[in-house]
């Protein structure tokens, strides 16, 4: 399975692009990505009102059903349970199979604070629930133990989680914890650089941000798990994360004419350098 987590294209006078949203939305439509995750980290979703959210969940949904489109998958997460859970009753999930909930950042809960944050939110729900793991971003890091505890509590919720911690290891301990209880969960690369690892693992996919600019090579990664085309991939992967997502995807995009190279304070476009090193590279 693969979904790209999408991101927002502004304007030069910062609002949102639609037009350039179309664009990017016939990119994965054409490239026949799985699922779209719309209002992710990527998506600088951070920084928009709750207006611009609710534009921009609605236009992708539409679109998407009017033109035969990937599935989708809504990001809804935060540090504070109550207000998830507020969001939770009132968003309007039609068209949307599952949210992407991201560890709660900042506070840095336990792992029982983890479990009861999780499997609060799993009951309070409408839709199926994939787990966001990324101790870069939240500073917490959400154990394979935990996310089995919270599995067999809401079995019924918890369908999957997104795998970006970057350790390896612990990524196959997690599978082998699912596979050895004869769990439904998936477990998602959360790394474009550890596709290939995650899926011989036992992994079932990857949620990606090389594949807003290369949907069909980025398929062909999750569904080969080739280690020659991760190689391949690799230094281009490596360019999109130098100096932080999506500042690196969006470089990327603009120089192939899809989008304007806008962020949303307080992230900021690449350097010049990094914007060079990019454009040098070619697959």
Known sequence: MLATALITPFKADGTIDFNALQRLLD????????????????????????????????????YCTANNGPKLIL?????????VCQRLQSTDFTGYDAILSVCP???????????????TIARNSPI???????????????????????????????IGIKEAS??????????????ISDSNLSVLSGDDALTA???????????????????????????TA?????????????????????AGIKALLSQMGLIENVLRLPLVPCSQQLADELNAITL
Do not use: W
């Not at 990001?75 to 207000?83: D, H, K, R, Y």
């Not at 080739?226 to 999506?246: A, R």
């Open 27 to 62: 990119l994965q439509i054409e490239g026949q990505v799985d699922y779209i995750v719309v209002l992710g980290t990527t998506a600088e979703a951070a920084t928009m009102t709750e207006q611009e959210q609710e534009q921009v969940r609605t236009f992708v949904r539409d």
């Open 75 to 83: 990001g809804l997460g935060g540090n504070n349970t109550a207000a």
């Open 105 to 119: 950042y900042y506070n840095k809960p336990t792992q029982e604070g983890l479990f009861q944050h999780f499997t």
């Open 128 to 158: 199926p629930v994939i787990l966001y793991n990324v101790p870069g971003r939240t500073g917490v890091n959400l154990l394979p133990e935990t996310v089995m505890r919270i599995y067999n509590a809401c079995p019924d919720k918890i």
């Open 166 to 179: 970057g350790n390896l290891d612990q990524i196959k301990h997690l599978i082998s914890l699912s596979t």
């Open 197 to 223: 690892d995650i899926m011989q693992a036992g992994g079932r996919g990857l949620i990606s941000v090389l594949s807003n600019a290369y949907p069909r090579l980025t398929k062909q990664l999750v569904t």
């Open 226 to 246: 080739d280690q020659q085309l991760q190689q391949q991939l690799n230094p281009l992967i490596s360019l999109l994360f130098k100096e932080g997502n999506p």
